[in-house]
């Protein structure tokens, strides 16, 4: 970690200018677990909904009996203090029962993306020793297969699967929710447990008794994977105190509150669904709707029959909810917050959100190395296509990527971030780790690796990308993590992954690929992307392939992906 001390621009606290009156500068994180708030929530609210879900009730009561449960289980798997638990499904009740039952194991969740294939979820076993995995019916089968690829020594203890129909009421979604047929059929599919797989009903049924609970503030208790330039997705090492200082301003900063009603649409695997449909609303003991997958006129039904007052989404659902021949329909007049991140807001769509529902969208910026939000817009003084400013308790700074010398407003340079939701590390990779933080003025700072300036006012824009990222709909797409798995192919001699210009995904992902000779004439683009979709996750997928014969390369032989990269701008 490099020391640079360096004098503060004589206009070092702009940031803090436009600060909303009504919030105080730094909160008081509370020094518990994650599970301390569940128990809370359940002995004020037992009867209260925690979640709703296609007609399906769950309380908060009963949301803490099932995590505890689910805890003895796990206990009874051999699952001690530390240990990684994967969780692998799409949105649903069962996602936030086994969340807090990790936490009540004194484990550690490894959040695993839906969309991976076999190729790509064996990582997730390998990397953090994974102790046991809880996944859905429909993934089962990708679990069963990346496991036998390994050692028996190395596989899980114990694999739990649940089914969705396991949640639902009787005969599926309420049909006055209007899940769309392709959905309820998913929903209520009924899947086979794989060779020694334990059923959802039983492990809950089995009467197991956790024992103490004794994770801390400063314990692990989640290992969210992010990509890099290089090299395989790396764990992000988050403790309680980490998660929970976002999970407590967020209500605060978003006017949210036990009466509150939230939508849980973005994938709670991601950082931000975790913050948004995970742990802020059982912290604000608030309710939550949730989206098993996007729909958008199941999104605009739901909004309508619950009364959703909170909604944290990437601005491309907007859009496309915008673009519903009923949306008119829609009763939206309940929504009092909507804020997102992960691309940003056209004006256009901003400013219909202001004229027809009187909605400001309070765009935001954060990474999965800082537990979601680092900055934020003020509802009430919010700028477009804009990150906002600095949230409670974080100092955030614009410095030479080079020299590291802080610069002044409206100069470009790296976004740094000090803050209490900012992670430990990268898993084992000290290295990586030491890479990614830089000590100023007596602070350890992580390196965000994007571009951006601040304004006069203390509001931060981004401007470019330091780290060679595809940004597909809020979907990060790791260049280097798509080649790896290209590379397998048995016609690809050689690929490089560079963004192409997308009008409604913003970018997506081309590969420029070198065939093998004995490919030549008959592998197709077609056959490369078809590929592409069956060994990794779809928004990783290149949706263009260009063949060429050679990949333009440097004197030390390195790909100059940036040239191609400029070619594609152009």
Request: with cysteine.
């Amino acid at each position: 970690m490099t020391r640079v001390v360096t004098p503060r621009p004589e206009n070092a606290d702009v940031q803090y200018s436009h600060w909303p009156s009504r919030l105080p500068r730094r909160l008081a994180i509370p020094r518990t677990s994650l599970w301390f708030n569940l128990d809370v929530a359940a002995t004020r609210y037992g009867d209260k909904a925690a979640t709703q879900f296609l007609g399906a009730t769950l309380g908060y009561g009963e949301l803490r009996r099932q995590s505890e449960a689910l805890a003895g289980w796990l206990k009874a798997q051999g699952v001690g203090k530390g240990d990684r638990v994967a969780l692998f499904m799409q949105n649903c009740p069962q996602y936030l029962v086994a969340f807090y039952a990790v936490n009540r194991a004194d484990a550690v969740v490894v959040p695993v993306n839906p969309m991976n294939r076999e190729d790509e979820f064996g990582h997730y076993l390998t990397d953090p020793e994974t102790k046991v995995v809880i996944c859905s019916g429909e993934l089962a089968g990708i679990v069963a297969a990346a496991q036998d690829r390994l050692p028996v020594e190395r596989r899980p203890r114990a694999v739990l699967v649940t089914q969705y129909w396991q949640m639902l009421p009787e005969g599926g979604p309420d049909p006055d929710c209007g899940a769309p047929e392709p959905m309820r059929a998913w929903l209520t599919a009924r899947h086979e447990l794989p060779p020694g797989a334990t059923d959802w009903r039983d492990a809950l049924a089995a009467g197991h008794a956790p024992g103490p609970h004794t994770a801390g503030p400063d314990d692990l208790a989640m290992l969210p994977y992010t990509s890099g330039t290089t090299g395989l997705p790396k764990g992000c090492m988050h403790t309680n105190a980490t998660l929970m200082s976002n999970s407590c301003g967020g209500c605060q900063w978003g006017y949210a509150s036990a009466e509150s009603v939230g939508l849980a649409v973005v994938p709670m695997f991601h950082i931000t669904g975790t913050l948004y449909g995970v742990l802020g609303p059982v912290f604000t003991g608030m309710t939550l709707v949730i989206m098993p997958r996007w729909d958008r006129e199941l999104c605009g039904r739901l909004i309508s029959r619950h009364q959703v007052t909170h909604w944290t989404c990437i601005p491309t659902m907007i859009i496309d909810l915008f673009a519903s021949p009923n949306y008119r329909s829609f009763q939206l007049g309940s929504l009092r917050y909507l804020s997102g991140g992960g691309a940003a807001m056209p004006k256009a769509v901003a400013e219909r959100l202001q004229e027809e529902f009187g909605l400001t969208f309070a765009e935001g910026y954060g990474l999965t190395e800082t537990a979601a939000p680092s900055h934020g817009n003020p509802p009430e003084r919010a700028k477009l296509q804009c990150l906002g400013i600095p949230i409670f308790g974080v100092d955030s700074r614009i410095v030479d990527p080079t020299t590291l010398e802080e610069l002044p407003v409206g100069e470009v340079g790296e976004i740094i971030t000090h803050g209490p939701m900012v992670f430990h590390g990268y898993w084992r990779q000290p290295e990586a780790t030491d890479a990614a933080f830089v000590e100023l003025d007596g602070r350890r700072f992580f390196r965000t690796g994007d571009l951006g300036r601040m304004d006069e006012e203390g509001y931060f824009f981004i401007t470019d990308r330091l780290k060679r990222m595809i940004n597909a709909s809020g979907y990060k797409v790791w260049p280097s993590e798509v080649e790896m798995l290209l590379y397998r192919h048995p016609a690809v001699q050689e690929a490089c992954i560079i963004a192409a210009k997308d009008a409604y995904r913003g970018e997506t992902v081309k590969a420029v690929v070198v065939l093998r000779a004995e490919a030549k004439g008959t592998t197709t683009e077609q056959d490369i992307v078809d590929w592409a979709h069956e060994h990794m996750a779809a928004y990783k997928a290149p949706r263009l392939v260009q063949f060429v014969e050679a990949l333009p390369k440097s004197g030390s032989g390195k790909v100059m992906w940036r040239l191609l990269q400029e070619k594609e701008n152009q």
